[in-house]
Structure formats: C-alpha cells, structure tokens
C-alpha cells in the first residue's frame, strides 16, 4: 500500500501547543466576560484548523499530561526541576480546551504517572504497525526520536503550525547528522536545560555529534570514553553518571497501557451546537466562524473547504535579510525609489544607547542598514529619511523620537498600523507588532525557541518587521472606512511628530514646590490617621478593605454598602454616600486621609518624573481612549484635581524655564455643550452661544421660569450637572444622586429641561437608534466608533451601550478639534520660526511656553486655530492665560 492510501494518524501534545500558543498570544487580549484568559485556547484552535485542513488526517487524537509528576520525578525527583510555576493566566484554560476538542468529536487521552509525549510515542508505534501513516505534533525535541519511514514530526517551528518543520529521517539526519533513534543520546551528553537534565561539561551538540558520529551510541561513547582525550574526556569520564542518567529518563515509553488504540481515533462529525455554546463562552465569534467554514457539507471537518473563497493560504515566504552599507545602500534606494511610488516599510531599531539600526522593506524585499552616526554612505538613507517619500511603520512616535535624540529628520509618515487597527477597532489597541500580525494575518512572528538545543529560529529583526508591516498596512487600507481614513491621514498621522516634539521638550518643574506641599500631604495624612484610631481606639491599617469593613460594619455597626466579592464595598463612592447619610467621625477622618494620600502620591509619582534636565516628559498616547481624546501616561498629568487648592498648588509647580518669559494656558470654553448644540440644531442653545450669554444661567432661566439674573448658584449647578449628564446619558436616577436631591424632582428637572430645549432630546434619541442600524457613530470628521452590543439581548451590555453611543459622538468630535488645533499651531509655530513652543495638552486645555518677545504672535496663533479648528454652528469660544507658572496662568 503506498503513502497516498494509507490512513492517515495524526497525534498531538496538547500541553506543548497550548503553551506554545500561550506565549506567543498577548495575555490582555483574549479575555472573556468571567475573566478567564483564553489565548492558549486562541491559538491551539486555529493550529488545530490549519493542521486538519493540511494534512487531512482520518484519525486523530490530543494528549495531555495530568500533572508535573510521573515516573521521572520519582526517579529523579529535580527532573523539570528549573521551571516556575504555571503562569496563573493559563490556569483554567486546559480544561476547557479540552471541552472544545470533545464538541468537535476529537479524542483526548492522558495517563496517569506517564506524559503526554509517552503516549505520542505510544500511538505513534502502534500506528506504524497497524499501517497508518503517522503524523505526530510536538514541540518537544525528544519526539524526534519517533521518527522513522511511517513517522513524521511536524514542529511548530518560530511562525507556528502554519509553517511546519516536518522531521523525517533525511530531514533529522541533515540536520543534526545523525538518524532519529540517535538524538536522545545527544541530548543526554548535551543536557536539556528545560528539564533540568545537566548534561556534561564542555559537551555542546558539535562535540556530541562527533562522538556518536564515531561511536554509534552513548553506550559506546561511554564504554570508549578513556579514548577521549582532554578537558572533554576527562569531564565525560567525571560526569558519565549524567548522560546515563538522561538517558533513561529522555527515552519515550512506547509500550503504554491505553484506553484507546488508533482504529479508536477515526474522524467523527463536529457537535455543531456545543462547539457554538463553548465558542460562545469563550467569545470567539471569528474563530468559529472559521471552524465551522471549514467543516464539510456533512458536518464533519475532513479537511475540505465548504467555502473555497475562505481558504487560509499560508502567507508569502519572508524575503531573506540583506545587509546594506556604502553605495549598495545608495544604489538600493534608488532602485526601490525610482520603481514607482509604492511606501516602503520601515522599522528603527532603538535602545537606551540610541539609533542601532533601520529595516526597510518593499512587497518581495528587505534591507537590514546597521547606524554609524557621521559616516558620509549613509547620505542616501538620511536624505530618503528626511524626504517625503511615504514610509509605513508600526507605532511609530518612539521611533521618531529615537531619530530625533540622533539629529536625523524625518518626514514621510504615510501609514502607521497601530493607529490604523485602534481606528478600525476603537475598544483595542495591539501591545506589539506580533500580537497586530496575529490578529490580522493570522499568522505568529518566529520567536527563539528555548527548547532547542541550539534554536534553529532567531526572533525577527526591524527589516523583517518592516515587511510585516507592509503587509498589514495593505490588510487595513482595505478594512477601514473612509472616514476614518481621512482621520488617520489628516488628523492622527500628522499629529505623531507633534506629540513626539511635546515629549522630548517636556516641562520644567520647581521640586521645591511639591516638596513641600508632600511633606504637609504627608503631615495632614498621619494626623487624620491618629485621630481616626482615637475614635475606634485602636490602629488599624487604613488601606486594607478586610479591616475598614470589620470597622465600619462590625465595630461601628454602619449600614451595609453594597455587596462584593470580598464582603461590603469600601471604595471612594461608597464610603462618600455612607457619610452622607449615616456621618461619622471615624469615616469623616477616613475620607480625609485618603484625599489627603491620593494627593501625596500623586506628587510622589510626579517627583520621581522628574529627569536629569529638571523636567516631566510625560507619554502622549492617541490610542488610550475609544472616544479619540489624547491620554497622559507616566506620569499622568490628567488626574491632577483642577479646583481645589491642593491642585492648584501641584500645578503651581509647573513653570516655565529661565531662558523663556512666562507660560500660555489656552482651552476651550464649554466645547462639548458648543458641539451638542450644534449636533443638535437646538435654537436655544445655539441662541445662547451666539449671545455670549452664560449657557447655564440661560438655560436656568428658560427651565426655571424666571429672569437670568434670577438664576440662583444651586439652580445653575444643578442646570450645569444635568447638561453636561445628558450628553453621558445621566438618567433621572443618576441626577438624583449627583445632585443628592428626589428622584421625582430630578425627572421633573429633565421633563422641564427637554419640554424647551427639545431638539436636544430628539438628537441624543436619534443618535442612539442610527447608531442601533449603523452598529456605529461618527464625529462631525468622520471617525467611527463601533457599537455591536447595542442590539445584545443582555440588558446590562446594551444600557452602557446606549450611554457610551450618546457621548461618542460629542467626545470624539471635541477630541479631533483639539488634534486639528494642536497641528494648526504647530505649523503656523514653525512657519513663523517662533522659539515658543508647546508642552502640554491636558483635557481641553493646551500649555505653552513663550520665548522673549513672542507672546502677540503666539496669542495670535493658539487664539486663530483652536477658534476656527472647526465651523460650528456656533463660536469655539477660546480662553488664555499667563503667568510664570500653570496656576498662575490660569484663567
């Protein structure tokens, strides 16, 4: 019977894929809504799919091993000794692989006291014997010892199963120069450092391959080990005990004592609805949609695509590195440029030291360029750099910071894949460039394997990157919408050098300052703490909830918050209400002490920012929100309280540096309800804003039914707080409790409210009901934020559905407003050739700091863009403000 005929048994070790899949998944991004990770699941799947589809197998099955402990731990109780223990993440995700497997029909084996790979071994041996042509998966190097004429290994090499290293015995031979049955004793003289299995000194797997080369096997190694001169012969001679010893225990068992056999393992139909309910725990919506594409009009899974227009082509083979220096760097780049107008891909290799290094790649190409700062050859890269030549890179602001700590221009940004998948998907921002290839190639960046003896597969480089890129970029082009398109290439790809300039400029700080205002934080905190404890009479630490509850609920006999895991809530909220209805000293000087430590550490965290030139560089990052505002990070300068004195007091501490004049606040006035009145055509609000008049006030007296200077400062709050609600989609329950006033009354205050401003009821009900046909908004510039859950049947999911889906559109127009004001005076600064320059974007708010002599042009400037950053139906109402500091240039 040839190969074509034979049936054909495919075997795999499920722990060795499922960890492999672990590692090569980010942890964050395959969570589902209990909280368990499933990226070890993930991946094993859309292994299992490709290898089903590839190699066809009539038979199958998955083994796993039941626990660390086998026999080898009894004979050698350090054997895998040197690994941790299991990463928490990956706990649980074993079994329900497992019940994803048995809905899909396939068998699963383990045994108790043996591994995984003993029962490969076993139906690996059967198999054979039986006439099965056998396929056996591991990514374990003792398998090879399987390999024969019916036995293959498929290894998943550095790009996953979707590139199999498959070992057969010529494969094996030209790879380690000897045959299959062989490697065991090379791995016995080497060791095998993931076992713990010391091998001998001096032994690395050249050596060991001459020896058994020579003498044909261990034990004649051992028994010709006097034969053997040198340092080598004498450490085999010490340590002979080693190699016997891992030698026993590196042997696969093939005689194991099994509950099924191979003619046990055929095919069977998949369970088409318990794989939908245990993908649907999972929430692996595309990757059931692409399981059940593959299964075969009978409903099983024989390798066959229903739908040929789905078939998975394993991607493009990586073009092979080149290394480019002097004029082949030149003549490169010109050929590659003049060939058409196609944007290469670029990476820039960078550490702590600086520059080390460019990837550059075309469609079927790639180019390594290691950096010497000063060498003329490098005239044709630096120019291309500096040119506008359209350059595609993954996250690129740390690059263009890196190029500009090195004095190297850059221009040319035409496409950044970070930016681009967080338009696409707004909720999800990709932690690497692995885990975007993964997503959307489907595909898994080679890693070194630490599994091999010397591994065969280096961790890719910034040209190969650079090629990846390009291939991501062409996948997102054609997955993003228009709008969003013009977003990305007006708004945010434009944006990245101005907030990479930001941060490198960063701002100056008087650490004197916060210094002190730490040191009273600090003094207030211990005095609210000891008159706490006088009032319970006892200490008690007042950051663990397990103590503030027995406190509170125990001791002091309070009303209950609500419920939680770990007993009654203790958080900010809830202690507040609980004050307010039931006060207490003790909770009074609790309340105090956490305000009075937030704040400490706050200023702790901004001191330890500080860096060598006395300034904060904090990290701007487009990507932090779904709405498309601009979030602060290490430190972040966005939490800093704006109206209380201890606020003001941190932000007195931001100043501007000697060799300039003052600083320059300017923010906008009240945008997001200038952008509701204008998204909503309300006549009255629009009216108000046009008048110049107080919008709360306005609206007050319009709800109030009384004269504007009538306006009482409590109806205003409570006018401000229901305004501003709306747009959050505040309920009357929701007012209520802001503003600590009866239900009945809050309704009535938005029945008032909406009975004459109602094209602002009829706006935000119709936003919510486009975007239910949509399944997104859109700002006034065209970027979209998707909303799938606005039609779940979980009534909890499509509540904060709709209140996201009110806002979205408003938030997200004032955040691409400020961005287009932020370029606006970027260019209109460096057009002027102005020393000022600008620090700080925090909320609705832009920081500068003025050069001598400039502050009339730079008022000019920030007034003119932030003001006409959009035509509104009414004025973008701009506030400024100087002062040697950021409290005194408040406003």
């Given at each position: ?77 350090e054997y895998k000794g040197t690994r941790g223990e299991t990463p928490p993440e990956f706990v649980g995700q074993v079994p329900l692989l497992e019940e994803a497997l048995h809905a899909m029909n396939i068998v699963t084996v383990t045994k108790e006291d043996y591994e995984a ?171 059931l949609e692409r399981l059940l594409k593959a299964a075969a009009e009978d409903g099983g899974l024989d390798g066959q695509i229903v739908d040929e227009t789905v078939s998975e082509e394993v991607g493009p083979e990586v073009p092979v590195v080149r290394t480019l220096i002097d ?565």
């Open positions: 019977m040839s190969d074509s005929e034979k049936p054909t048994l495919l075997v795999i070790d499920g722990h060795s894929l499922a960890f492999r899949a672990f590692y090569a998944l980010p942890i964050d991004s395959f969570v589902n809504r209990e909280g368990q990770h499933t990226n070890a699941i993930h991946g094993f799947i859309a292994m299992l799919i490709n290898l089903l589809k590839n190699e066809k197998p009539t038979h199958i099955a998955v083994a796993f091993d039941i626990s660390r402990y086998s026999f080898r731990t009894r004979d050698y109780p790979d003993d029962i490969l071994a076993t139906l690996a041996r059967q198999g054979a014997e039986q006439g099965f042509r056998v396929f056996v998966v591991s990514g374990d190097r003792d398998s090879l010892q399987l390999v024969n004429d019916d036995v293959t290994v498929l290894y998943p090499n550095a790009r996953g199963v979707s590139e199999l290293k498959r070992y057969d015995p010529q494969t094996v031979f030209e790879r380690y120069g000897i045959a299959p049955h062989q490697y065991p004793d090379i791995a016995a003289l080497v060791g095998e450092t993931s076992d713990n299995l010391i091998g001998i000194d001096k032994v690395g797997e050249k050596t060991a391959v001459k020896w058994i080369t020579k003498y044909g096997s261990l034990d004649e190694v051992l028994a010709h080990a006097d034969e053997i001169t040198g340092v080598v012969g004498e450490k085999l001679r010490e340590q002979k005990e080693n190699a016997i010893r891992n030698r026993r225990l590196n042997r696969l068992v093939n005689d194991v004592e099994l509950p099924v056999g191979p003619a046990d393992l055929a095919r069977k139909p998949i369970n088409e609805q318990a794989i939908r309910e245990i993908f649907g725990r999972l929430q692996f919506k595309t990757l004029e082949e760097l030149a003549n490169w780049i010109e050929r590659v440029s003049a060939a058409g107008t196609r944007a290469l891909g670029l990476q820039v290799e960078h550490g702590p030291g600086g520059v080390t290094g460019f990837g550059l790649a075309t469609d079927d190409d790639s180019a390594y360029v290691p950096w010497a700062p000063g060498r003329p050859d490098y005239t044709a890269l630096e120019a291309w750099l500096a040119s506008d030549a359209p350059k595609h890179m993954y996250y690129a602001k740390p690059q263009l910071k890196a190029l500009s700590r090195a004095g190297i221009r850059f221009s040319g940004l035409a496409f950044d894949t970070r930016l681009a998948g967080w338009l696409i998907r707004p909720g999800t921002v990709p932690k690497s460039l692995a885990e975007q290839v993964y997503e959307i190639l489907g595909e898994t960046l080679p890693v070194a394997d630490p599994n091999q003896l010397v591994p065969a597969d280096d961790a890719i480089g910034p040209a190969t990157e650079a090629w990846y890129v390009l291939r991501l970029a062409d996948s997102q082009a054609l997955a993003i919408d228009a709008g969003s398109r013009r977003v990305l290439d007006e708004i945010e790809l434009p944006l990245v050098s101005v907030l990479a300039r930001m941060e490198l400029d960063g701002v100056a700080i008087d650490q004197p300052v916060l210094a002190a205002l730490r040191q009273e934080l600090t003094a207030q905190a211990d005095a609210f703490a000891a008159s706490a404890f006088a009032e319970i009479g006892h200490e008690v630490n007042l950051g663990s909830p397990k103590q503030l509850q027995q406190v509170l609920f125990d001791e002091l006999g309070m009303p209950k918050t609500r419920s939680t895991k770990t007993g009654f809530s203790t958080d900010a909220a809830a202690l507040a209400d609980l004050q307010e209805k039931n006060p207490h000293p003790f909770l009074g000087l609790l309340l105090q002490h956490r305000d009075a430590t937030k704040l400490k550490q706050i200023i702790e965290t901004l001191e330890r920012s500080v860096e060598g030139d006395g300034r904060i560089h904090t990290t701007y990052d487009q990507t932090g929100t779904t709405t498309g505002r601009i979030s602060s990070n290490d430190p972040n300068l966005q939490n800093i309280p704006v109206r209380t004195d201890e606020g003001r007091r941190i932000r007195s501490a931001f100043m501007s540096a000697p060799e300039y004049e003052t600083l320059l606040t300017a923010d906008y006035s009240q945008i997001e309800m200038r952008i509701m009145a204008h998204l909503s055509g309300d006549a009255g609000l629009i009216e108000a804003f046009n008048a110049g008049e107080d919008l709360h006030r306005f609206v007050g007296a319009r709800i109030f039914g009384v004269e504007p200077a009538d306006v009482t400062p409590a109806m205003r709050s409570k006018v401000k707080a229901m305004s501003y609600g709306l747009a959050y989609g505040l309920s009357a329950f929701g007012l209520s409790k802001q503003l600590r006033i009866e239900s009945s009354e809050a309704k009535q205050l938005m029945t008032d409210y909406f009975a004459r401003f109602g094209a602002v009821r009829d706006y935000l009900r119709n936003v919510v009901e486009q975007a239910r046909i949509d399944g997104y908004t859109e700002t006034i510039f065209g970027r979209r934020r998707p909303f799938a859950d606005l039609n779940s049947t979980n009534r909890v999911l499509r509540d904060n559905a709709e209140r996201a889906a009110l806002n979205a559109p408003i938030q997200g127009s004032a955040a691409d407003i400020m961005k287009i004001a932020m370029l606006g005076i970027a260019r209109d600064i460096a057009a002027g050739e102005l020393r000022s320059r600008m620090l700080l974007q925090v909320h609705d708010e832009l920081i500068f700091e003025v050069a001598a002599g400039e502050w009339d042009a730079l008022e000019q400037i920030v007034t003119a863009r932030m003001s006409g950053a959009a035509e509104l139906s009414v004025p973008l109402d701009v506030q400024v403000g100087r002062g040697r500091n950021w409290d005194a240039a408040a406003h």
